[in-house]
């Protein structure tokens, strides 16, 4: 779809922790390769994006989540996220209801990661072994 570029990379970005669990280890670092490749390389945006979603599009799994990322516009959520994205408060004091899920990304702008509740540790990025930065 046109207009579509920034979802495009964000679920390229946003997926890459749920790899694993969508399509298996091997495809998952295989898959994870591939788009830290795309993400991080000098080409063209307009073709960096063309070949993301070919590469997402190419698995069930993947593109199904590429296409609830591209109907979360314009916020480009991951599918477990789009409730807000959500998170529940371990004991919240007050309003007990959800929050925002903070993001967080890789510095090099190729990793995004949601925290899923409140004091869960951040990961680093597993590609580059660097801190996320909250976003």
């Known amino acids: ?20 669990d969508l399509i298996g280890p091997t495809a998952a670092r295989i898959t994870d ?12 945006r307009t073709d960096t994006v063309r070949r993301l979603r070919a590469l997402l599009e190419e698995q069930p799994d993947t593109a199904w989540f590429l296409g ?7 916020l480009y959520r991951p599918p477990y996220h789009q409730q807000a994205p959500l998170r529940r408060m371990v004991s919240p004091a ?7 899920a903070d993001r967080y990304v890789c510095p090099r702008g ?7 509740e409140v004091g869960a540790r951040v990961p680093e990025c597993p590609a580059h072994n660097l801190s996320l930065a909250r976003s």
Do not use: F, H
């Open 1 to 20: 779809m046109e207009g579509d570029d920034d979802g495009v990379l964000e679920a390229a970005r946003a997926i890459r922790p749920y790899l694993r």
């Open 33 to 44: 390769q591939r788009i830290g490749a795309e993400l991080t390389g000098s080409a063209d």
């Open 68 to 74: 609830r990322v591209l109907a979360d516009k314009p």
């Open 94 to 100: 007050g309003d007990p209801g959800l929050v925002r």
């Open 110 to 116: 190729d990793y995004v990661w949601y925290q899923p």
